[in-house]
């Protein structure tokens, strides 16, 4: 079945600098989509990318829907302590009507 | 994700008790999902329900675990003879469902904890 890669893993950045961060597949997916779970939270909706090569940003965040439709991208600019958790990223396989497959997530530290 | 509502938000059971989580999705959503998430890990799939049907349960463990999505009230996990293995947070998101663009938005989750 459809996997996604999400890369870093984790990663520790100073506070002001900016992140960026990726989300991979062998597949062709439809729709991208962006959470960010708070520790001991729910994951909450940041972007949602419906074309290949689209951008959409909300704040200080932008992300994009890759041209080949197998990836998508997440930057942060300027970052604040309050960025700190896990970003997922999920897609809807190219079959429209089969479930979102969610990335394994990347892990945001931020040092003051 | 303040729509979907998932109670309780904490659960302590006994190993050999049942557990059963309730999540009400988003007003006008008929599409639930319930994931589990392990410390330090990802959300893992477990099953998708619209209203009275299950759809998709190929994350589901084949015995002790059950879901149901009935015509009125909320969705229900639940889970018998609870074992240690079994503490985790397990989440509910729901979507408006229709094929494009069907976003999940998610409950602050229920956290097991099996003594």
């Known amino acids: 079945g459809q996997q996604l890669n999400q890369s870093p893993q984790s990663m520790f950045i100073q506070e002001g600098e900016d992140v960026s961060m990726n989300c991979t597949s062998s597949?062709?997916?439809?729709?991208w989509l962006w959470y960010k779970q708070d520790p001991g939270e729910g994951p909450v909706l940041l972007i949602a990318?419906?074309?290949?090569?689209e951008l959409t940003s909300n704040g200080r965040l932008t992300a994009q829907f890759g041209i080949t439709r197998k990836d998508s991208f997440l930057n942060i600019s300027a970052s604040i302590p309050s960025d700190v958790g896990i970003y997922f990223c999920?897609?809807?396989?190219?079959?429209?009507?089969?479930?979102?497959?969610f990335g394994p997530g990347t892990r945001l530290s931020v040092l003051p | 994700n303040a729509g979907v509502m998932q109670n309780p938000r904490h659960l302590v059971r006994r190993r050999g008790q049942e557990a059963r989580l309730r999540c009400s999705p988003m007003?006008?959503?008929?599409?639930v999902y319930w994931y589990r998430q392990l410390p330090e890990e990802g959300l893992k799939f477990m099953v998708y329900?619209?209203?009275?049907?299950?759809?998709?349960e190929s994350g589901m463990p084949k015995e002790r675990f059950s879901a149901e999505f009935p015509k009125e009230g909320p969705s229900i996990l639940r889970i018998q003879q609870v074992v240690r293995g079994d503490s985790a947070a397990y989440f509910c998101?729901?979507?408006?469902?229709?094929?494009?663009?069907?976003?999940?938005?998610f409950g602050a989750g229920t956290r097991l904890s099996v003594l």
């Open positions: 007003k006008g959503h008929s599409h």
């Open positions: 998101a729901s979507s408006p469902g229709g094929a494009i663009g069907n976003i999940q938005y």
């Open positions: 597949s062709i997916f439809n729709t």
């Open positions: 990318l419906y074309k290949a090569g």
């Open positions: 999920a897609g809807q396989p190219n079959n429209y009507g089969q479930n979102f497959v």
């Open positions: 329900l619209q209203k009275e049907n299950i759809i998709d």
